[in-house]
Nanobody
């Protein structure tokens, strides 16, 4: 099973930017679809963004569309989440996750049930 480690979180003022990274172990990383989710205190995890195994398809939650960009570097086993124009409501723990769902993933990339390995998360705090 692949292991994931997120990094890049921190404290930033509203309007600022952060870039999260997710490092994956294992030689089959390039065959996985990847997703970013976030969880605010007292809430269920929410979908943020997802990217297909070769990077050809990307998906975003409406709340982050136009502000966040997901990308991946399969040669380095890395997935990124560039977050711009951050808002206080973006404050959460951000998790990356892998999906081995194959072609069925494309029908619902935001579905947490499609993902089978999760990182420990990185805290993002946006001050007003």
């Amino acid at each position: 099973q692949v292991q994931l480690v997120e990094s890049g979180g921190g404290l930033v003022q509203a309007g600022g930017s952060l870039r999260l990274s997710c490092t994956a172990s294992g030689r089959t990383f390039s065959s996985y679809h990847m997703g970013w989710f976030r969880q605010a205190p007292g809430k269920e995890p929410d979908f943020v963004a997802a990217i297909s195994w070769r990077g050809g398809s990307t998906y975003y939650a409406d709340s982050v569309k136009g502000r966040f960009t997901i990308s991946r570097d399969n040669a380095k086993n890395l997935v990124y989440l560039q977050m711009n124009s951050l808002k206080p409501e973006d404050t959460a723990v951000y998790y990356c996750a892998t999906s081995r769902a194959g072609s069925s993933w494309y029908s619902s990339p935001a579905d947490r049930a499609r993902y089978d390995s999760w990182g420990q998360g990185t805290q993002v705090t946006v001050s007003a």
